[in-house]
């Protein structure tokens, strides 16, 4: 089973930029959608950005294209630059992949098993 390893949150001002980081273990997420989905405090996860196995990109309509997502299949790697944050993007960033190879969908259900996560604060 896969486990993936999120990195690179921590504290930036309004305004600054984070590359956050989902490295996987156990097996190749090569032929999967991965998706990164945050959570702030009182709230449900929710989608952030995904990539599919062909490389298709999928955004949250809130983020106005401020956040891009990439995938480095070689080194099992996948990433989120984030610019323009924002202190609304302030959560704990996840990334997953989907639960099926082959397979997107944007509900938090379909995507599994999670890591642990990476605190994300934007400061006002």
């Known amino acids: 089973q896969v486990q993936l390893v999120e990195s690179g949150g921590g504290l930036v001002q309004t305004g600054g930029s984070l590359r956050l980081s989902c490295a996987a273990s156990g097996r190749t997420f090569s032929s999967y959608a991965v998706g990164w989905f945050r959570q702030a405090p009182g709230k449900e996860r929710e989608f952030v950005a995904a990539i599919t196995w062909t490389g298709d990109t999928y955004y949250a309509d809130s983020l106005q294209g401020r956040f891009t997502i990439s995938r480095d299949d070689v080194k099992d790697k996948v990433y989120l630059q984030m610019n323009s944050l924002k202190f609304e993007d302030t959560a704990v960033y996840y990334c997953?992949?989907?639960?099926?190879?082959?397979?997107?969908?944007?509900?938090?259900?379909?995507?599994?098993?999670w890591g642990q996560g990476t605190h994300v604060t934007v400061s006002p």
């Open positions: 997953a992949t989907s639960r099926a190879p082959l397979y997107f969908d944007y509900a938090v259900s379909t995507f599994g098993p």
